[in-house]
């Protein structure tokens, strides 16, 4: 009776186990297409040859709708880089994982503002990405959460 016991806890314990490491966060976990919260554009996040990850903004509302041709850097406070288009830009660089569950490190680049903020960003599930950027340190900043697409044209925009 006692052995069936101590089986039974032993199994459940190795099947608990085993449902953890499933759920634990891979520094790729973060890889491919992220809608921003204002479904305003999609980021493509990729690796770099050094094991850092960036994003590359791969598609905005407004030029994919037909509402402007173009849009460009125009808020950058470098006057040589305000006629660069914005569509192909890399906005988020610099996150290394921390072998947990958050990129740090980066720095984020807000286009309709034109500032740079030090960043992190963090996995709440495998869809759902917090990304904070701040200024100092991350209790005086802000979080926006994008969500994972299948590809850099929004699944919304595609069924329309």
Known sequence: MLIKKISL???????????????????????????????????HIQKDKDNTYYGEIVWIKDIHTGKVKER???????????????????????????GDDEWSGGSIYDP??????????????????????????????KTTEWTREKSKVPEYIQKK
């Open 72 to 98: 460009f850097d125009t808020e950058n406070p470098e006057e040589k880089l305000r006629k660069r288009p914005i569509l192909g830009m890399k906005n988020t660089w610099g996150f290394k994982f921390d």
């Open 112 to 141: 309709k503002t034109g500032k740079t903020y030090s960043a992190k960003m963090e996995l709440d599930d495998k869809n759902e990405l917090e990304l904070r950027g701040y200024v100092g340190v991350p209790l005086f900043g």
């Open 9 to 43: 806890i032993c199994t459940l314990l190795f099947f608990s186990f085993g449902a953890f490491a499933d759920d634990h966060v891979k520094a790729d976990d973060i890889l491919g297409y992220w809608l921003t919260e204002e479904k305003t554009g999609v980021i």
